[in-house]
């Protein structure tokens, strides 16, 4: 027999069941239903027993029509109390669970009994499981010294069958013979030597693609609110699934699961519901990180963010999920902000606020993901296919009450243990005197390149000059030079005359050994226009020759530009004493002054300028 897919919607007064069953024979179906058993047989698809959450009753409302095109019977049923809100029609494995097989033992595969069978007879057969559930040919102490794990701390011996898979699923080391208390502590170690300041440190100033994808909004954000707004308007619960739908191929995976029941202790219950919390914190990031899109590195990502997943951690506390969430998010993902922490608890608090509908919906994404990894499909045997099972039977108000504790207990930066808030300090420090150097470094280049403009156009003027001064050296040079390749008298003069240097307005001049040159304004013209200078350099030399021809010898043996004009008017020199021609036209100075220190100039004219 197949069991056919179904669907259950319901209103104030109904209770509407719609089963697929194509190619059926619409004149071959049979139809049972009474206060909360409902049956359904069309050859050859068989739903053997749904459990409703409530009754319904037979009074002459009741409806079935069949549509051929679709290949689909639905069946309206009144109910017994009108008004009634039936919680959980979503649930589909936990509807197809036979009512009196609810209290088998846990991870047994419960089959419904015969209806012969009396009570006492189930009680009988119900106790003999159990006494047989302790019964294995390995010995006690064996099993003794293994310690649990799984869903509910209900499994052991799990991984000593899969050491070739292990490092590729979980990160602790032979976990069966790890206690709790150990499997912490290596886990605290092992996420301290992993945590990057530098990686943390780059993406909480470079955030760009961080706070790109804490702008994405999965399904569950548009769910709650309209949740919350209908909540609002008639201050009343509603059902969570006419904001959560599930498709298809979620349905399908429902009516797949073995239905089972799980005998629990209060210790145990708080470890499935931390652990529910823990898996759903990696699952959202997950969502968050790749926006809703699944990846190589989905399955990856969950199962290394989740401390029950990867370390079989049992927590004991709300904030210590929230704190080992929050390390390894800071230590394992590409992403490694803590604003993707505190956007994951409050994706969770939604999650749990939806209800049971929308945690196993995210369930049965995880379970999907897990599936199509193979080495992480041992976490589905071992978590997700119970939880799956397990959330469809809890009461909503016991999810409210997680959500609400969830949303109550805060996280900070402080409480990661991996001084956060200290680098960001350091790193903000170092960020200013960056800054500062960087600002200080800016003035002293643009001080710096000033100072070269002005060095370089002072060498560019020197330059130009010495340039010039070249220049006229080589054209006196050559002027120098007569056409017989004699070298002119002159010129060698008027070198050391213009390299002589003068001192301050007195006029003073150092290096001339206390001398002073006495030559007159007609003499110094004609021996200036005997030479083939450029006009430029004759004028600036004729100036030197000027200033140099007014100097005489003062008492300590420098004379200054004033005493020199007074002496030459009160004692003019004949003409005669100092200059001679001789009939060739050649004058020539010969004549050594009779004053001690005086300076010899020799001046000599060609013959042709003559």
Known sequence: MITPAFELTQDPDFLTIIIRVPYARPSEFDVYFEGEDFKFYAKPYFLRQLTLPGRIVEDGREKASYNTDEGTFTIRLPKEIPGQYFEGLDMLTSLLAPKKSRSAKPLVEEIAASAEL?????????????????????????????????????????????????????????????????????????????????????????????QHVLKYKPWWVDAHKKM????????????????????????????????????????????????????????????????????????????????????????????????????????????????????????????LQLGKAAVLKCLLDIHKIFLASDPAYILNDLFITDYCIWIQK?????????????????????????????????????????????????????????????????????????????????????????????????????????????????????????SALEVSDEKSKVSLQSTSLPGKLIEELEMQMHSAMRLSEQPEGLATADCISQEQEENPAPKPDRFSEDPAGKGNFLEVSSKPNSLLFLCSTNEEED
């Open 228 to 351: 919350t707004a209908l909540q609002r308007e008639s201050h009343q619960e509603h059902d969570t699934h006419t904001f959560v739908v599930f498709s298809e191929e979620e349905r399908e995976q429902l009516r797949k699961f073995t239905n089972k029941s799980y005998l629990l202790d209060k210790r145990s219950r708080q470890h499935i519901y931390l652990g529910l919390i823990d898996i759903l914190l990696a699952y959202c990031y997950e969502i968050c990180v790749n926006e809703g899109d699944k990846n190589v590195e989905s399955s990856w990502n969950i199962r290394k963010l989740s401390a029950t997943l990867c370390w079989l951690e049992s927590f004991t506390c709300i904030h210590d999920v929230l704190v080992c969430f929050g390390r390894r998010v800071l230590c394992y993902p590409l992403y490694r902000h803590f604003g993707l922490v505190t956007r994951a608890v409050t994706d969770t608090v939604m999650i």
């Open 394 to 514: 809890i009461k909503s108000k016991k999810l409210a009450a997680l959500s609400e504790s969830l949303q109550k207990t805060t996280l900070s930066k402080s409480h990661m243990g991996l001084e956060l808030e200290e680098l960001e300090a350091a790193a903000v420090l170092v960020q200013e005197e960056e800054k500062a150097l960087k600002a200080a470094g800016t003035v002293s280049k643009q001080q710096l390149l000033s100072s070269e403009s002005e060095t370089s156009d002072s060498e560019e003027s020197s330059s130009t000059s010495s340039s010039e001064t070249e220049g006229s050296d080589s054209d006196e040079q050559e002027s120098s030079t007569s056409e017989d390749g004699e070298i002119n008298p002159f010129q060698g003069t008027l070198q050391e005359e213009r390299t002589a240097p003068l001192i301050d307005c007195n006029g003073l001049r150092q290096g001339t050994n206390a």
């Open 118 to 210: 009396s009570g006492e007879e189930e009680e009988e057969e119900f106790d003999w499981e159990i006494e047989q559930t302790p019964y294995a040919d390995s010995s006690e102490g064996t099993l003794s010294l293994q310690h649990p794990y799984g869903f509910g701390n209900l499994r052991s011996g799990v991984f000593q069958r899969l050491q070739d898979e292990l490092s590729d699923v979980i990160d602790i080391k032979d976990p069966d013979q790890t206690p709790a208390e150990e499997r912490r502590r290596k886990r605290l170690a092992a996420e301290a030597a992993k945590f990057d300041p530098d990686h943390y440190l780059a993406d909480f100033f470079e955030d760009e693609a961080i």
